[in-house]
């Protein structure tokens, strides 16, 4: 097992102003909290925090995940509290620890590609510190070490897991080494008899192998002395378990495998990198298609290098990778090859934005020539770039979001009609709003009912353009069944206004003609046409009903004549736009809710006005009940600046000056108070009613947040229904 000393002298080596107090002080606390357990293998637990911090330092981070890695599992797993860790070894250390409990404590359920990448991403979402990632694949790394002692079903899971997801997050951060030991840890217990057959391959072709590298790397170094170019040349044994993912992908057995033996030549320079591989061309013949230029074109990773298959003394095939010495340490190490240990000052990341963001910057510059940066920023989704969210479903499988996504685009997202009957949502087991901002990691629970249905409210805070869609279409289909009725309603009216049976008068058959003149196709039309106003009963009415029937009821009134006062009157130019009816309509705003600029409103149809138009919560609107055939969709045209009032009721100290302060802030706000009421009540308190003017919502509210933040007021609050001030009264 290895010791403390072993851990603080590799950071010292690496980062010699390392502050390793608070290695030496998680080292005994972490050894104590875990005293009493052992690992499934029978070793002391402790070995485990001990050896992620072993890795950690093997990836050259700096003191505080190093220390976070020997805590890294004290908050899970023994009595050591969150609380504890903040005293004891600060604030940082402490979120190192809980965003690696986090990340532990998620299930990743599905096999499927698509959710893996968004499991990766939610991973690297959520670790809004990259350490925290890199703590995760440490202690990763040396679980697959030592998965031997699980059973077959644990050690399954854990291996696919890996390959899945933590294996493809190394390799995107360019961690060589950690995605190499993650895949050739895991083939034994995803594929064992494959991992057997290769290994036993392996072994007995290296012999083979060993003699004939030599003998290459031989050739090459004379080659190199000769045209005084400097560069080591090593031999290079592929991964057993790329040999695995060819066999696997190309569908070939072991013996097809050819490119087994391997050449990595490093150099000291970028130009050298050329002349080697021109030397290694003219030595032996490149087989066509196999040259890639990883320098002139980078992996998004950051991986650097020329590769090349040639066809080898004896005919064997020889892969080459050519690079410099600097290439290959980011091959290697990836991102970690960018930690930068000055005297005194840490490492060029940390929990400042200022410094991550220079971090992240440095990284995308010193690759302004990979072909789509994009691929890599979208690698890094750390905070600072993350435009989605990822929340779970109670089955365990994450959805990735645009950011600022609700539980109804959650339930959207799941399927149509989730969305389109959703009641309730519960995020981490509690009831939130429809409207509430998801969270990376939320867990989301949908209730539906077959009550429930889309409202237009609902498109104010919806993100997904799915559910925007969705809603919009539900509602259309909706508003038009409502017309259909209304339509049909207004016309049986008209004709019973004569005094005639509706069901005898109005008949497909006999009424083409009359259809034909209206413009539509069939009744259903015509009720439509009726339902949005397009079309007035009236002249229907008058081509239905015989003509003595119409001379003798001629003055009466009838609703079809209400109706074509509706059509006739002039638009109010208020800055409202009714949606299904012409111009000629009269507008009105309800004088119980005052509703104002961007605030979500209906229209009612009203017997006798044309439209008045009402707040969505207006109580008016909803005491309609039945009568819901009589509203129509209104909505706020952008242009046409014009002021409401808005009543607005303030309780505050009843103090001198009080309500010329008060005034003094509306103004400012370049608010007009059009009526004020001004009230003495008990206990020093006063109340104040104002009739204000205001152009939008945004004014208003700036308005009241103003006014609350006055020494002395208590209370503001925007009156809605005059009911609400009568009951005052
Ligand atoms: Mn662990």
Redesign the pocket.
């Known amino acids: 097992m290895r010791k403390l000393d072993d851990i603080a002298s590799a950071i010292l080596e690496y980062h010699p102003a390392a502050e390793v107090d608070v290695i030496f002080d998680a080292y005994f606390y972490s050894a104590k909290a875990h005293r009493n357990q052992s690992r499934k293998s029978g070793e002391a637990y402790f070995s ?1 925090p001990v050896e ?1 911090a072993w890795n950690l330092t093997r990836l050259r981070m700096d003191e505080k995940s190093v220390a976070a890695g020997l805590l ?2 004290t908050i899970e797993d023994t009595l050591a509290t969150k609380e504890e860790i903040v005293e004891r070894f600060g604030e940082e250390v402490c979120q190192l620890v809980d965003g690696v409990t986090k990340i ?1 404590k998620m299930q990743f359920s599905s096999k499927e590609e698509s959710q893996a990448e968004n499991y990766r991403k939610m991973i690297l979402a959520m670790s809004k510190d990259i350490r925290v990632v890199l703590i995760k694949l440490a ?1 990763r790394a040396h ?1 697959i070490q030592t998965l031997e002692s699980l059973s077959e079903a644990s050690r399954y899971r854990i291996a696919r897991e890996t390959l899945d997801i933590y294996a493809p997050i190394a390799h995107r951060l360019g961690i060589g080494w950690i995605k190499n030991e993650l895949e050739n840890g895991c083939l034994p217990h995803i594929a064992p008899e494959e991992c057997r057959i290769i290994r036993e391959k392996m072994e007995r072709g290296r012999e083979f192998r060993t003699i004939y590298v030599e003998k290459v790397c031989l050739i090459i170094e004379d080659e190199l002395k000769e045209a005084d170019i400097e560069g080591s040349i090593k031999g290079r044994t592929k991964q057993d378990y790329s040999i695995y993912k060819k066999m696997i992908e190309q569908n070939i057995s072991f013996e097809e495998v050819y490119d087994l033996i391997g050449i990595r030549i490093l150099t000291s320079s970028l130009k050298d990198c050329y002349a080697v591989l021109g030397l290694i061309h003219s030595l032996w013949k490149p087989i066509p298609g196999r040259f890639k230029d990883y320098i002139a074109m980078p992996k998004p990773n950051q991986y650097q290098s020329l590769h090349t298959t040639v066809i080898g003394p004896e005919g064997e095939r020889v892969e080459v990778q050519i690079r410099t010495q600097a290439m290959h340490r980011i091959c290697e190490e990836g991102i970690a090859a960018h930690w930068q240990y000055k005297e005194k000052t840490g490492p060029h990341y940390g929990d400042s934005s200022d410094s991550r963001l220079n971090w992240v910057r440095h990284l995308i510059e010193n690759q302004k020539d990979i072909k789509n940066p994009k691929d890599f920023l979208n690698a890094f989704k750390v905070d600072l770039f993350s435009n989605e969210v990822y929340a779970f479903t109670p089955a365990g499988e994450v959805l990735a979001l645009p950011r600022g996504s609700t539980p109804l685009d959650f339930a959207y997202a799941v399927h149509t009609d989730i969305g389109n009957h959703c009641e309730l949502a519960k995020v981490n087991g509690k009831f939130v709003a429809l409207r509430h901002k998801l969270r990376n990691g939320d867990q989301v629970e949908i209730t539906t009912s077959k009550e429930s249905s889309p409202s237009r409210e609902w498109l104010s805070f919806v993100k997904t353009p799915k559910a925007k869609g969705q809603i919009t279409h539900f509602i259309n289909a909706h508003e038009r069944e409502r017309s259909f009725r209304l339509g049909r309603e207004m016309l049986e009216n008209a004709v019973r206004g004569y005094g005639m049976d509706p069901s005898l008068l109005i008949n497909e058959q006999h009424m083409s003609e009359v259809l034909q003149g209206a413009g539509v196709m069939n009744l259903e039309g015509l009720y439509l046409g009726m339902g949005i106003g397009k079309i007035s009963p009236l002249q229907i009415v008058q081509k239905l009903v015989p003509n003595e029937v119409l001379e003798t009821r001629k003055g009466e009134e009838g609703s079809q004549v209400k109706l074509k006062e509706i059509a006739s009157f002039k638009s109010t130019g208020s800055s409202i736009r009714v949606k299904c009816f012409n111009d000629d309509i009269h507008l009105r705003i309800g004088k119980c809710c005052n509703p104002v600029p961007g605030e979500p409103i209906t229209g009612y149809i009203t017997r006798a006005r044309g439209v008045t138009v009402h707040h969505m919560d207006c109580p008016c609107v909803s005491d309609l009940g039945g009568e819901s055939e009589r509203l129509v969709v209104v909505e706020w045209e952008d242009e046409g600046q014009k002021d409401f009032e808005v009543r607005i009721h303030i309780v505050a100290e009843d103090k001198p000056g009080q309500l010329a302060e008060i005034t003094q802030v509306v103004a400012g706000c370049n608010t007009n108070i059009t009526r004020a009421n001004i009230k003495q009540g008990a206990n020093k308190r006063a109340y104040f009613d104002f009739l204000i003017e205001i152009s939008d919502l945004a004014q208003l509210d700036e308005t009241l947040s103003a006014i609350s933040a006055i020494e002395g007021v208590i209370h503001v609050e925007r009156i809605k229904a005059n009911a609400g001030s009568a009951h005052r009264g």
Request: no cysteine; charged share 30%; net charge negative.
């Open positions: 485990h992620v890294h599992d532990s202690d679980n």
